[in-house]
């Protein structure tokens, strides 16, 4: 379910005159019964509220005083989000003679014309307050205080996300309200100012136009509601020209490539735009590459991540998660990856966070030869991004799911191949053999033949996963061998610590014959993605005159200096 909360406007959206009738009354009902939260966020003050209002207790939260109380109707508690009045603001319109002057915890409220006696009286004694209209109605509040930043304490109290909120109104005061949230509905009476900004207008008022919200959230979650404003796409790059974005909701997207391909580039700056909409995530991070994100990373190369500590954290709505796998052992990797989906679909059929979730090496992970896969992976699993090498290398029910593909690095052709010929598609036509940093093949199979794409690049660039490469644990595909020139040996260095003990170990020979052979720069590259340790190597292994322990002690001074003391 992608909507979990409803909130409503009260006067001119649920009610009619002040009032309610019984078939709004109890399409609300049938919301709540679908397992929705609902919540009532209007300008009225709560005393009146309750009076003309019997129903209040279906709401689990009431916003009242355009966002200044938070009131929880089940246990009758009353929070203020704003200071009171000033008492001589309230004296000074009273002396100016403003009628129909209410005074609420925060909110200060009036009646047009007294709109410029209230901003006098705000500029002469120097408050920083606002005014907001309401069809006729004035309010005056703290300046920053909203019906769009009430509701969003509301959420946090019921640890929902704005993401997973439809809102519905009429008027004027309703702007940020609508905007604030994924979903933004406007009744047939509102202004026309707000039916402008709203993702649907429906065909009916007031409370009739509540009511057909209602059946379209309970019988389809919306999902049958095209969107009428791209102000949720998020955006990977341009393509001919323009923009090229993908829905935040619902595709599965499949990013494959070669080892330096770029993968890990393109998935932080994906990761970036999730984070600066708001849109929580969670990655499954096995090799310990994303610990550098602006997010919150569990677990280590000495520590497996507990399942309740990650769902601890993702209960708030603003945290984003990384579990690091560096400290699961490989064979375990693909039964603790079993548990942590499970916990994290629960979450989300409650929640529905985190909104997206992005899983690396899905190839360890899922791999083609698991048979559990099938069993594991709901026939449906919204907005998940799947990185591996190749496509041929998952489990079928992955690919099952995938709605589009990005190719990345080496062989962008074949990457489309293994997809198509696992879906039984044409197999598309893709010219060159290699895409370029900075770019990549977007293949949105449903809708089109494949494009080349200009990526996004992230703002901030990663530092290099110093914990991981100095300590960790490579794949044994990934590690270092020292062999020597006769294939004698066979030392496995599986990280950067191992390499430097092993390389002092060794004979010169040994030594020599993979400092020649270019193998340490390849490496470094390869293996460890540090292009800059990979160009140091490569300058070293160009030094003809040099030592075996010349060029030992430069190639760890050029690691020590990189990566925390690895020796």
Not at 335 to 352: D, E, I, N, V
Not at 398 to 410: T, W
Request: aromatic share 6%; glycine share 8%; charged share 25%.
């Amino acid at each position: 379910m992608r909507y979990h909360a409803l909130a409503c406007d009260y006067d001119g959206t649920l009610a009619r005159d002040g009032v309610v009738d019984e078939r709004t009354i109890e399409a609300l009902r049938r919301a709540k019964e679908s397992g929705r939260r609902l919540l009532l966020v209007t300008g009225r003050m709560l005393p009146e509220l309750q009076r003309v209002f019997p129903a209040l207790e279906l709401f689990d939260r009431v916003v009242a005083e355009n966002g200044a109380l938070l009131y929880a109707p089940a246990s009758h508690r009353e929070r203020a989000l704003g200071p009171a009045p000033p008492a001589a603001f309230v004296e000074r319109l009273r002396a100016s003679g403003v009628a129909g002057l209410s005074v609420g915890r925060v909110i200060v409220a009036t009646w047009e014309p007294h709109e410029t006696t209230v901003l006098a009286a705000i500029r002469d004694l120097g408050l920083e307050w606002q005014v907001i209209f309401n069809k006729g109605a004035v309010m005056a509040l703290p300046t920053g205080i909203t019906k769009a930043t009430g509701l969003g304490a509301a959420l946090e109290e019921l640890e929902l996300s704005p993401h997973n909120t439809v809102a519905v109104g009429d008027a004027e005061n309703d702007h940020h309200l609508l905007a604030y949230c994924e979903c933004g509905v406007a009744v047939a009476n509102a202004v026309s100012s707000l039916k402008d900004e709203a993702d649907w207008v429906t065909p009916g008022d007031h409370g009739e136009g509540v009511l057909e919200l209602i059946e379209r959230l309970v019988g389809s979650d919306l999902a049958d509601l095209p969107p009428r404003r791209a102000r949720h796409a998020i955006p990977v790059g341009r393509a001919d020209g323009g923009a090229r974005t993908f829905d935040a909701y619902g595709p599965n997207l499949l990013l494959a490539g070669g080892p330096g391909g770029g993968k890990s580039t393109f998935a932080t700056a994906l990761l970036e735009q999730f984070a600066e909409r708001g849109y929580q995530y969670c990655v499954i991070d096995p090799e310990g590459d994303y610990g550098d994100l602006d997010a919150l990373s569990l677990g280590g190369a000495d520590q497996a991540p507990a399942l309740d500590a990650v769902l601890a954290l993702l209960q708030d709505p603003h945290d984003n998660a990384v579990v690091n796998l560096l400290g699961v052992a490989l064979e375990d990797r693909p039964r603790y990856f079993a548990r942590l989906l499970s916990a994290l679909l629960a979450l989300r059929a409650r929640t529905g966070r985190p909104h997206w979730l992005v899983v690396d090496e899905t190839h360890h992970l899922l791999p083609a030869s698991q048979t559990a896969a099938d069993g594991l992976l709901p026939a449906s699993l919204p907005s998940v991004l799947w990185i591996t090498v190749y496509p041929a290398h998952l489990a079928r029910p992955v690919l099952d799911l995938i709605d589009i593909v990005v190719a990345i690095g080496e062989a962008p052709g074949t990457t489309l191949e293994q997809f198509a010929r696992a879906r039984d598609l044409p197999v598309p036509p893709v010219s060159g053999d290699r895409v370029p940093p900075g770019e990549a093949v977007w293949w949105p199979w449903r809708e089109g033949a494949p494009v080349r794409i200009t990526t996004n690049a992230p703002r901030t660039q990663r530092r290099r996963h110093r914990r991981k490469y100095a300590h960790g644990e490579l794949l044994p595909e990934e590690s270092f061998y020292f062999r020597g020139p006769d294939g004698r040996l066979n030392l496995r260095a599986q990280n950067l610590s191992i390499f430097l003990q092993s390389a002092e170990g060794v004979d010169d020979d040994t030594w020599m014959f993979h400092l020649r052979r270019g193998d340490y720069s390849r490496w470094f590259g390869a293996a460890i993605k540090d292009d800059a340790l990979a160009a140091a190597a490569r300058r070293i292994e160009r030094m003809a005159d040099a030592s075996p322990a010349e060029t030992r002690r430069l190639i760890r001074q050029q690691i020590e200096k990189r990566y925390s003391a690895p020796a």
